[in-house]
């Protein structure tokens, strides 16, 4: 059974944890209080930490603990001090999504496993071969990708990937949806996710996708080259965990897929009115729908709980014991506020370009880049996997002998073909940079935007040559599955229009951000560059807004907008 891949099951508590275990999992992942990227899950007193590794190796399973949301400058020395107790502890691996708190760790504990988080968007060998070359020795692998992409992905990877095999999905692209934090005040990168996917849109649930299920794909799985498979579910209940796990054991420990009556025992335990696969089987449409109804409501409650060994024991694993290490936060670096330096916008369409010199660069997506001449540089699609890889470098090189110097960065898996082909990298904010120690690392590559869910006091407590998103409708989620629609709208009748962007969809704000009147907050805050987002935009008001930020125009009177915080 050496070769065979792990199962990874989700511990909310440590009676999930115990159910975990028993069930036969191989290991299994935690959060403490803070920085976890389910908040509202009970989650582990640094004590029950402890004690959770402990049991677990006592039972012959790995341990890993989630340090997988966004950190604040303010919050890092508490991140860097919960990292130093669990290593400690004897934790077996670290899953973050933080750059910089990545940073931090592998300098002081390079013996510590870290594993990226899909928080981190990884959906290629270029990301992978990059995450590695920082220290990572897994990356877990965007929910999206087909079969095909993961077998493409495994073949290629310097570094082992982890899959999610069953549990709740987001319609969004993991690490890539502000709809929550911009709409709802609660951030999904920080683990406090409202879920607006949830809520209805034009009378109906275009955006609430069913629970992923791979049971009926094991054989697959197996030879896929997957070292770990994932359920999630650090918010279900123990005998949630007890059952789905009990079932993956039979299923991985037979070598087979599920019959009937073993879906049916995985939809009683919980379901969004049946499962999906579409992702994995390249088919992500309408039918992958799905919204919690009474009946699997009443499903679930029927479901008895097992809570009881399922399996025999395995051997107990041996920890090192581990010299005590003080992760420390660097304090702030040198740095004073600089003036005002650059401006610069993306445009989703390319029919409105503007003639004027007021942006120093103007970007248009990768694949909409047609020769236009007041265009000097690239926005690259958020999403690339492995079998577009070869179109996406086709495109790249098409625009680099045209003479395009500038790209937008969108993915950590772009950097090193970008730097390969010589471009002048910017990075963008979809990196999600929230602290200062991202930002040194990502400028060594080029200028950073700053995440636009940051007030002005936490931009003004990273310093550097940093950018922020000054105007502009904030592209809220990237969506997979193919939208018929080109506009939701909610509940109290608020509209989010939809445009494409690289084969897929963007649902953008439906108001835009605007900041031309508040020129000093953005120089207090020491921002250097200044960015602009045109989506729905005519060119007469391209040429309005422009004018607007020319004279530092307060917003137009009754005109609904949002603003960077004070």
């Known amino acids: 059974m ?6 990874l099951a989700p511990c909310g508590s440590f009676d999930g944890m115990k159910a975990a275990v028993y069930a036969g999992a191989d290991a299994v992942y935690f959060g403490g209080q803070a920085f976890s990227a389910r908040m509202n899950a009970r989650n582990f007193t640094s004590e029950e930490a402890a004690r959770g590794i402990s049991f677990c190796h006592e039972n012959g399973v790995r341990a890993y603990a989630a340090l997988n949301t966004q950190i604040y400058d303010r919050d890092l020395e508490k991140a860097a001090t919960f990292a130093a107790f669990l290593y400690q502890a004897g934790i ?39 995450l590695a070359s920082l220290g990572f020795r897994r990356m877990v692998c965007a929910r999206e990708l087909s079969l095909e992409n993961v077998k493409a992905l495994c073949a290629g990877a310097p570094i082992e990937i982890e899959m999610f095999i069953h549990g709740a999905l987001c319609v969004s692209q993991s690490g890539g949806c502000l709809m929550s934090s911009v709409v709802g005040g609660r951030s999904g990168n920080r683990g406090e996710c409202a879920q607006p996917c949830r809520l209805p849109y034009n009378g109906g ?27 999630e579910g650090r918010m279900k209940s123990p005998a949630y965990v007890e059952g789905v796990v009990s079932v993956y054991r039979r299923l991985i420990d037979e070598k087979r897929n599920a019959t009937d009556k073993e879906q049916k025992t995985l939809r009683a335990l919980f379901s969004r009115d049946g499962f999906t696969a579409g992702y994995f089987t390249g088919s992500p449409d309408a039918s992958m729908l799905g919204v919690r109804q009474e009946a699997d409501k009443k499903q679930t409650a029927k479901a008895a709980p097992l809570l009881h060994k399922t399996k025999t024991k395995k051997p107990p694993l041996v920890v090192p014991v581990r010299e005590s290490v003080h992760i420390m936060a660097p304090g702030p670096r040198d740095g004073a506020a600089r003036p005002h330096r650059n401006r610069t ?14 942006f120093d660069i103007i970007y248009v997506p990768l694949f909409l880049w047609n020769g236009q001449r007041q265009a000097k540089g690239v926005l690259l699609p958020p999403v690339v996997p492995e079998k577009e890889m070869e179109a996406f ?7 680099k002998n045209a003479g395009i110097t500038h790209v937008l960065v969108s993915n950590i898996g772009q950097i090193p073909l970008c730097q390969e082909f010589g471009f002048c990298m910017h990075m963008d904010y979809r990196l999600n ?8 690392f990502y400028e060594q590559y080029g200028d950073v935007m700053l995440s636009p869910e940051l007030t002005l006091p936490r931009m003004r407590d990273i310093k550097g040559d940093k950018a922020a998103i000054v105007y502009g409708r904030l592209p809220l989620m990237t969506i997979e599955r193919p939208m018929k629609e080109t506009l939701l709208r909610d509940r109290r009748g608020v509209r989010f229009p939809l445009i494409k962007e690289g084969g897929r969809t963007l649902l953008i704000n439906s108001v835009p951000l605007y900041m031309a009147d508040r020129a ?22 391209v040429l309005d807004i422009i004018e607007q930020y020319k004279k530092m125009a307060p917003p137009p009177a009754g005109g609904a907008m949002t603003r960077i915080k004070r």
């Open 205 to 231: 649930y275009p955006l609430s996708l069913k629970d992923l299920c791979l049971a009926g794909h094991v054989k697959e799985l197996l030879i896929s080259g997957v070292k770990s498979l994932k359920i």
């Open 520 to 541: 000093k907050d953005l120089k207090q805050a020491g921002l250097t560059n200044q960015h602009f987002i045109f989506t729905t935009e005519t060119k007469k008001e």
């Open 433 to 440: 940079v929230y602290n200062d120690l991202a930002v040194s």
């Open 345 to 358: 916008a993306r445009f989703y369409d390319p029919s409105v370009l503007p003639d004027t010199d007021f």
């Open 92 to 130: 077996d691996a670290l899953i973050i999504s933080d750059i910089g708190l990545a940073r931090l760790i592998h300098e002081a504990a390079p013996g510590l496993a870290l594993h990226a988080s899909t928080q981190m968007a990884g959906h290629n060998v270029g990301a992978a071969s990059f």
């Open 393 to 399: 470098r086709k495109a790249l090189l098409r625009v």
């Open 2 to 7: 050496a070769n065979m891949p792990e199962l």
